[in-house]
């Protein structure tokens, strides 16, 4: 038995693993790598970039395992003995397994490693960007770092990129490690530049929260858009480009 964490004492994971009479869990690994397929061929060719972070999915019978492939592409997923189904989830819709339908494998023996490598084709040249921003905790009067996370999940080069940061009216710009294009009225600009496919970044914005006219368990509101946004596939022929917007009022207590 034991557990995992990602900071302080926030656990991520309790795990719990059982074994056979002879002291067996789970022995058996499948590895491989998964790799954009720049020539579209289905075949591993030298140069070709590993892809990081992407879900690789074991299916079994009774239970379903998981890996994530690292910086260089490549994947372990420990599992028990037993029939699967491999197959890669794409990320998202401009990119497609040069084998969708999975592979089927066959694990009868303890200790058995079985290799099998996905390549990904790009199905449209598009970038699509993905951002973030979060932070630990907000307490009155005093100075709070958001982290703003970005990410090209697209097949192409995303040019003259912007982030967009709107700070709630309690919170003041302080600083930020990059210099802002522009701040005007709780609006912040920044110019990332160029990001690849697949490449990621992250900087620090760090703001202060007013002393007064804050109640507690206030929640602050800071929103975040990056652009270009443009989207290069055609929508769900089933969606009739209705939107839902919410918006809440706390009156009394």
């Known amino acids: 038995a034991g557990y995992n964490g990602f900071e302080l004492t926030f656990f991520n994971d309790i795990i719990l693993l059982k074994t056979d009479a002879a002291g067996n869990a789970f022995s058996n690994i499948l590895t491989g790598r998964v790799y954009w397929d720049e020539d579209e061929q289905c075949d591993v060719d030298a140069g070709e970039p590993g892809l990081a ?35 890669v989830i794409p990320r998202n819709q401009y990119w497609e397994s040069c084998l969708a339908d999975g592979v089927p494998l066959r694990l009868q023996a303890f200790y058995d490693t079985t290799r099998t490598d996905f390549g990904i084709r790009a199905q449209v040249e598009c970038p699509l960007l993905e951002l973030s921003v979060s932070a630990p905790y907000l307490a009155r009067c005093s100075d709070v770092p958001y982290t703003v996370r970005y990410q090209n999940l697209g097949t192409a080069p995303a040019t003259d990129v912007q982030v967009e940061l709107l700070l709630d009216p309690v919170l003041s710009f302080q600083s930020a490690g990059v210099e802002p294009a522009s ?7 920044f110019n990332v530049g160029t990001v690849a496919p697949g490449e990621s970044g992250s900087f620090l914005v760090t703001a202060s929260s007013a002393c007064d006219g804050i109640a507690i368990d206030q929640a602050v509101n800071v929103t975040a858009n990056i652009t270009p946004d ?18 809440g009022q706390c009156e009394g207590d």
Do not use: H
Not at 183 to 189: I, K, P
Not at 230 to 247: G, H, I, K, N, Y
């Open 183 to 189: 701040n005007e009225g709780n609006v912040l600009t």
């Open 230 to 247: 443009t989207l290069c596939l055609m929508f769900d022929p089933d969606w009739d480009r209705s939107d839902l917007e919410v918006s």
């Open 53 to 87: 972070n992407w879900l690789v999915q074991a299916e079994g019978k009774n239970k379903t395992y998981y890996g994530s492939t690292d910086r260089n592409g490549f994947y372990n997923i420990l599992v028990d003995t037993g029939d699967y189904k491999v197959q």
